[in-house]
């Protein structure tokens, strides 16, 4: 693993209150606070992650790789890799990922099946341009503390026609299930989470649902950062969502 100075304080969770209605962080803050939140949760992340999503976070990780069609030995960055339950699928499949993540709690307890990990913020990667041939992410786009810049150097560090895979929280559709996953995320997964983990990390999961823009905003992002074909897939009831695109080849374009 390539290690880059661990900057945030490790208290930053202290005297954070994730209570409904309480503001939630912006900028530097939100990053302090994301990455002391993921150190803090990471020796546990991958039981309640699997149990708070009854398991269906891995078949919307593999839908993720699916979606993408890759050749053979594509070189995939993973970013907000996390446990790197991403970059282990694609090196399964026969690709080169590469795994990124701010948390060295996260990487340090990562099981990447040999992929390199690299502590690095998404805003400012280690790579040259037009390095990956594709970039993917789980659950990490609402945890980005500068959302356009991750975009805008994912665009940078893709080569045109490069694809882009975010998974991320969806909202259900139907009314039934919206009430039964609003129960759920906002009442059992942080109790859960104080079972098994931490229980404030888990308070803040839900209302960082908040952080996520709709699609519609996200395709205007995407295209400003140099992205076309921008599609929407709903996974499971859209409970999660996937946003494909591809790096655009018009030269104009950053
Ligand atoms: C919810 S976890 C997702 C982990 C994994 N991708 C998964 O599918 O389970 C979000 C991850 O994004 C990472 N993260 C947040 N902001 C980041 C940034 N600016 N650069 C790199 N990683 C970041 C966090 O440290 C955390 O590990």
């Avoid at 990124?100 to 340090?108: A, E, K, P, V």
């Avoid at 805008?152 to 139907?174: F, I, S, T």
């Avoid at 990390?201 to 295209?223: C, D, K, N, Q, T």
Wanted: proline share 7%; charged share 20%; hydrophobic share 45%.
């Amino acid at each position: 693993m390539i290690r880059a100075t661990n900057g945030g304080p490790a208290h930053a969770l202290k005297g954070i209150s994730f209570d409904a209605g309480s503001p939630l962080p912006e900028g530097k803050a939100k990053q302090d606070l994301v990455r002391s939140l993921f150190d803090s949760i990471a020796p546990r992340y991958d039981l309640v992650n699997c149990l708070m999503t009854f398991g269906l976070d891995a078949p919307w990780r593999r839908r993720t790789i699916e979606i993408l069609q890759l050749s053979p030995g594509s070189v995939v960055l993973d970013i907000g890799c996390g446990t790197g339950d991403l970059a282990r699928s694609l090196r399964r499949k026969g690709q080169q990922p590469v795994g990124i993540d701010l948390s060295l709690g996260m990487l340090t307890a990562a099981h990447a099946g040999g992929a390199p990990l690299v502590q690095a913020d998404a805003a400012a990667l280690p790579l040259r341009t037009a390095a990956a041939d594709a970039v993917v992410s789980g659950f990490a786009v609402r945890n980005f503390a500068d959302l356009p810049g991750v975009m805008k150097e994912v665009g940078r560090v893709l080569r045109p026609g490069g694809r882009l895979a975010l998974l991320e929280v969806g909202e259900p559709r139907g009314r039934l299930l919206r009430l039964g996953h609003r129960v759920w995320f906002t009442h059992v997964v942080p109790r859960l989470g104080a079972l098994l983990s931490d229980g404030a990390a888990y308070r803040y999961l839900p209302r960082s649902v908040a952080y996520l823009p709709s699609f519609s905003e996200f395709a205007s992002l995407l295209g400003d950062a140099g992205f076309s074909d921008v599609k929407h897939h709903p996974l499971s009831g859209c409970i999660a969502q996937c946003v494909t695109a591809t790096r655009s080849t018009d030269s104009a374009k950053p």
